[in-house]
């Protein structure tokens, strides 16, 4: 099963909620959050009160991605502010283990991003605890980047590891999917799509999802 998670990066911010409400009932089954610092990466975005407000218009899960520095410091306030998923990226944990307690804790589902640039051996020691993994498949901090050729090994990787371990973890996919490269991904073994500019610049938001959704399977529907 596919899910599209629209990445608030692109939408309007001068209307949020509404944004939401949009992607939502177009057939969004996440709403992606991602949470700049400008020390993590190079761009500031949005914190637990925007995120608890819009707790407000939409019933979807908040899947909230920290690209900040101490995320441990964070992960109450935004599970407070009604985060369902919390994504920390392994880079910028020294306690890993302790961050995925910590979420897993409160209840909610725990995940781990990797850059691109950071091997799989990273995850070595915790794929067994978390719920999803991310990978990173542009450089974070912007939207609308091109998608690194050389992620989808990585993806056919991680996808080889969780089935040889034996484990359920979804891998989620972030950044610069469109519909020409999504099938590409889901192929490797990606399940969980996060689109920002794909979704939010498209004229007609009902008809993107939907062919999001359709391009993730075989174009000859034979390899689902
Ligand atoms: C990048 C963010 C992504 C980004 C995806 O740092 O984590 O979620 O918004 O945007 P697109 O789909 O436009 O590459
Ligand atoms: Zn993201």
Same mark, same amino acid.
């Given at each position: 099963?596919?899910?599209?998670? @629209? ?50 218009? =939409? ?27 919390? =994504?920390?990226?392994? #880079?910028? +944990? ?21 850059? @691109?640039?950071? @091997?799989?051996?990273?995850?070595? +020691? ?13 450089? @974070?901090?912007?939207?609308?980047? =091109? ?5 989808? #090994? ?31 991904? =889901? ?38």
């Amino acid at each position: 099963m596919i899910k599209i998670a @629209p990445s608030l990066l692109s939408a309007d911010f001068a209307k949020l909620g509404e944004e939401i409400k949009k992607v939502e009932h177009a057939g969004a089954d996440l709403i992606h959050i991602d949470v700049m610092d400008g020390h993590f990466v190079p761009n500031i975005t949005i914190g637990p009160p925007v995120v608890k407000s819009l707790r407000l218009v =939409t019933s979807l899960k908040f899947d909230v991605h920290l690209m900040i520095s101490n995320p441990a410091d964070y992960i109450d306030g935004f599970i407070d502010a009604g985060a369902d998923i919390i =994504t920390v990226h392994a #880079e910028s +944990c020294i306690h890993l283990n302790r961050v995925i307690q910590s979420i897993k804790q409160r209840g909610k589902k725990a995940s781990v991003a990797l850059n @691109p640039a950071t @091997p799989l051996s990273a995850l070595d +020691c915790i794929l067994g605890d978390v719920d999803m993994i991310l990978l990173m498949t542009v450089n @974070p901090g912007f939207g609308g980047q =091109t998608y690194i050729e050389s992620m989808t #090994e990585k993806i056919r990787e991680l996808k080889n590891i969780i089935t040889e371990r034996k484990l359920d973890v979804d891998i989620e996919i972030d950044g610069g999917i469109d519909i020409n490269n999504i099938f590409k991904v =889901t192929k490797a073994g990606a399940n969980v799509i996060v689109s920002g500019s794909t979704i939010f610049n498209a004229v007609n938001t009902r008809q993107m999802i939907k062919e999001l959704k359709e391009k993730a399977f075989d174009e000859d529907k034979l390899e689902f």
